[in-house]
């Protein structure tokens, strides 16, 4: 049985950092893409950042790019998103996502797998 957790998340300030984890099992963690989308309240969920199964391609959506780093650990089973200099609008729940080895991959409907979802709400 797949399993994704997301953790890490919480409230903070505009300016500050985070680093939301998920850890992930029942997998071959080392062969699958890892993505991070975010759902903001009455919104649609998107594309964060994407990674491939060995890190060698990274993507990030336009409104994250400089500040957000997406980082991948197979021998933890593990996928990171660094989150620095925090907006307002970056207030969303965040979920993790995963899908057998392939390209980098955009869209909700393209991952296999997803964690229960982490909230992150950054004051202004």
């Known amino acids: 049985q797949v399993q994704l957790v997301e953790s890490g998340g919480g409230l903070v300030q505009a300016g500050d950092s985070l680093r939301l984890s998920c850890a992930a099992s029942?997998?071959?963690?080392?062969?699958?893409?890892m993505g991070w989308f975010r759902q903001p309240p009455g919104k649609e969920r998107d594309i964060v950042a994407a990674?491939?199964?060995?890190?060698?391609?990274?993507d990030y959506a336009d409104s994250v790019k400089g500040r957000f780093t997406i980082s991948k650990d197979n021998a933890k089973n593990t996928v990171y998103l660094q989150m620095n200099s925090l907006k307002p609008e970056d207030t969303a729940v965040y979920y993790c996502?995963?899908?057998?080895?392939?390209?980098?991959?955009?869209?909700?409907?393209?991952?296999?797998?997803w964690g229960q979802g982490t909230q992150v709400t950054v004051s202004s």
């Open positions: 996502a995963a899908r057998r080895r392939g390209r980098l991959y955009y869209t909700a409907g393209e991952y296999d797998y």
């Open positions: 029942g997998l071959t963690f080392s062969s699958y893409v």
């Open positions: 990674i491939t199964w060995n890190g060698g391609a990274i």
